[in-house]
């Protein structure tokens, strides 16, 4: 079901424009884009600062990055959300909320290249990213070989890749394809809430759902090596 177009979307998306670095692809073939189109941001000018920039790929409704950014104001943070649905919800929470280290591109994450430069990000988040457990949509899934591409480019050598998860099949499969494309994982728990690793977690809240209903929460790290 499709959702909703929000209630004045387009003038409460121009309210938040000093949150909102880009708005849709540079053109309608994305690999075109990928391969060609090049805006790179200085961060240091996008954040008025030289803090460690961190990544989240789908951010949602923006409950996870807002208490991250909270919980750690001397790091920058990006988020990429191509709804702009959602991503209007993320941004209005953020500027009612007075953060500033936090800013948003609603952008396809195939062309992440486009506007990062390599070896500048230091941890990429991928919350609750949907399985797509059909053969035929490896290819969207955000841990299929095209997108650890992506995130092996921009990050920094020991630069991590957080992911969480509720579906234990797609678990395996990233951890699988992180393994292959050469990240050393870290991090593995196949229930964080039963685990060590749970007093630190931000729970989002797909997550709390998933634990409403007695799923398991899935997660790992994966570094990238030299």
Known sequence: MRMRRKRNLEPRIESCKDLLLVRGAPCLNLKE???NFR?????EEVFKNSNPVE???????GGFIKELAVRERDKNFLCVEICDNVILTAMERIRDAGIKNVKFLNVPAEIL???FPEDS????YLNFSTP???HSREKQRLTSPRFLKIYNALLTVGGEILQKTDSEEF???SLNEMRRFGFEIGRVTRDLHGSEYAKDNIVTEYERGFLEQGKRI???TAIKKK
């Open 121 to 124: 990000v230091q941890k990429i």
């Open 55 to 61: 990544l989240e790929v789908g951010c949602g409704n």
């Open 171 to 173: 678990f395996d499969y």
């Open 132 to 134: 797509l457990p059909e």
């Open 39 to 43: 805006a790179l941001f200085d961060f």
């Open 218 to 220: 899935f997660a790992l």
């Open 33 to 35: 884009a990928e391969e």
């Open 113 to 115: 290249r486009c506007y």
